[in-house]
């Protein structure tokens, strides 16, 4: 079964560091986002990704993030100048065109950010 | 988008019929009732959606009655490995899916 893969697992990362996370969306997916969890909390909308441009973002998603999709089938996530509130679980998610499903989203297993 | 309700919180015993009630009492006409699963330390999981009336797959059933305004997630004889966090969510064809506090699920021995 195509999955979604998110790299790395775990990163560690100083205060002020700028840190990747990695994502290879189902191959023949059009829709790409990101979600992320604070330990404990709910799961929250980041931004929404399509043809090469942000669909949607939530009031999360500032200046600090960025998304790209650098080749056709890796989807990134960048945090700038990391900060302690940014430790949590960063989930990428895919799906496939709208009119052909009704929006279920395949989710990584996810990539846990520990900012020290 | 429309806002969901659902329990905090369940404890069930193996073997039972778990029934989870989530209210979205403002649901526009073109909206889809949403269920995913989570597990610690993964991301959530498709369940079920629907429309209206009842959905059954080989999971979970989803009964939506005819105005809408609420859903019952249905899992029937459940085990220990269905502790979980379970999501309603309401989908309304958007690039925007919004997962609330979703309903803690404790399956007991």
């Known amino acids: 079964e195509p999955e979604v893969t998110q790299t790395p697992s775990h990163q560690v990362t100083q205060m002020g560091q700028e840190v990747i996370l990695r994502c290879v969306p189902i191959?023949?997916?059009?829709?790409f986002y990101w979600y992320r969890q604070i330990l404990g909390q709910k799961v929250e909308f980041l931004v929404s990704?399509?043809?090469?441009?942000?669909?949607?973002k939530s009031e999360i998603f500032d200046d600090q993030f960025s998304v790209e999709r650098p080749d056709g089938s890796n989807f990134t996530l960048k945090i700038r100048s990391t900060k302690l509130e940014d430790s949590a679980m960063y989930f990428c998610?895919?799906?496939?065109?709208?009119?052909?499903?009704?929006?279920?989203?395949?989710f990584g297993e996810g990539s846990r950010l520990t900012v020290l | 988008l429309a806002k969901t309700t659902q329990p905090i919180s369940m404890d069930s015993y193996e073997g039972q019929e778990v029934n989870i009630t989530c209210s979205h009492n403002?649901?526009?006409?073109?909206?889809?009732i949403t269920w995913y699963q989570q597990f610690p330390s993964q991301g959530p999981r498709f369940i079920i959606q629907?429309?209206?009336t009842k959905v059954t797959n080989e999971v979970a059933s989803l009964f939506i009655p005819a105005d809408r305004k609420s859903s019952t997630l249905s899992l029937p004889r459940v085990s220990l490995s269905d502790t979980a966090v379970y999501y309603c969510?309401?989908?309304?064809?958007?690039?925007?899916?919004?997962f609330g506090a979703g309903t803690r699920l404790f399956v007991k021995a």
């Open positions: 998610a895919s799906s496939e065109p709208l009119g052909q499903n009704t929006g279920e989203l395949f």
């Open positions: 191959s023949n997916h059009l829709y």
């Open positions: 990704f399509y043809n090469n441009e942000i669909s949607e």
């Open positions: 403002n649901i526009a006409t073109n909206d889809y």
């Open positions: 629907g429309y209206k």
């Open positions: 969510l309401v989908y309304d064809g958007g690039f925007k899916t919004i």
